[in-house]
């Protein structure tokens, strides 16, 4: 892996710089910067940091797997991903998330060729950190299916480190959009990230045995890696530092209201889902 522009570096890009906002907002300006990008505004990277913490649960994720008291006792806000597939404890500290959004016109049709497109950068990122990374070899059982971190791993997303997960990455697709975002694990935190869910019997020591933290394989601080992330998705796309416009951020302040924060939608049922 090289820290070379890629191959969509020829469009517009802008690089938001680490922002820290509580998790329905994260998820509504990943759906804004889609919506520019499809309208022939600038394609984004960004890098973002979730305060407070934060549970994001997979789009189809059934609420009675989180323990609401808990997370209500801690501090912890839940909110959901347009993404499928498990829960992710996304620590203030522990956890460095990305977003891609680009139009659908300019990314491969292929779900495993996008991947390992929009992926480029993560992978650069961590060789940035000194970290030997990269896809899964072969599909690893799941240990319990609706924690994201815990489920079978698969060789089109799912990034480890020394044998243990350290990223995972999803895609969603808009008509006209593609948003690609992941979550990087700085620490791993396993009571904290089990103690979200209800209904589960996994030892903190078998999740720390299925994940790592940058934390634990290098000396580098959460803001070298916060660094290292923001230079690979810079050099990768030639983007310039950007931020958000107002209409847009007025705009997913109201798609906050309407979804990400809104504590119907969050806590509605698979079945109850179009």
């Known amino acids: 892996m090289t820290a070379n522009r890629g191959p969509l570096a020829d469009s517009e890009w802008r690089l938001i710089e680490e922002e820290a906002r509580d998790g329905p907002m994260q998820m509504a300006l990943d759906e804004i910067a889609a919506e520019t990008a499809a309208a022939g505004g600038p394609r984004t990277v960004r890098v973002y940091r979730w305060s407070p913490s934060t549970l994001s649960l997979g789009y189809g994720q059934d609420p009675d797997t989180?323990?609401?008291?808990?997370?209500?006792?801690?501090?912890?806000?839940?909110?959901?991903r347009q993404t499928g597939?498990?829960?992710?404890?996304?620590?203030?500290?522990?956890?460095?998330?990305y977003s891609i959004t680009a139009p659908k016109s300019e990314l491969p049709g292929d779900l495993m060729d996008a991947y390992h497109l929009l992926c480029e950068p993560v992978l650069d990122a961590f060789e940035r950190l000194g970290i030997d990374a990269d896809y899964v070899d072969e599909p690893v059982p799941e240990i319990w299916r609706p924690a994201c971190y815990l489920r079978k791993l698969h060789p089109a997303h799912d990034i480890v480190a020394s044998g243990r997960k350290i990223s995972g990455n999803a895609q969603y697709r808009r008509r006209d959009a593609v948003v690609q975002h992941g979550s990087l694990t700085y620490s791993a935190l396993a009571t904290e990230h089990l103690d979200v869910f209800s209904g589960h019997d996994v030892p903190a020591e078998q999740f720390s045995e299925r994940v790592v933290g940058v934390d634990e394989l290098t000396d580098a601080t959460r803001g070298e890696m916060v660094t290292a992330v923001e230079e690979s998705l810079s050099t990768w796309t030639d983007a310039h530092v950007?931020?958000?416009?107002?209409?847009?951020?007025?705009?997913?302040?109201?798609?906050?209201?309407?979804?990400?924060?809104?504590?119907?939608?969050?806590?509605?049922?698979?079945?109850?889902?179009?």
């Open 66 to 80: 989180v323990d609401w008291t808990h997370c209500d006792t801690e501090g912890v806000s839940v909110t959901r």
């Open 85 to 97: 597939g498990g829960g992710i404890y996304h620590d203030t500290d522990g956890d460095v998330s």
């Open 242 to 274: 950007g931020t958000w416009t107002d209409e847009e951020l007025e705009r997913a302040r109201t798609r906050v209201e309407e979804k990400y924060g809104n504590d119907e939608w969050v806590r509605r049922r698979p079945d109850e889902r179009s």
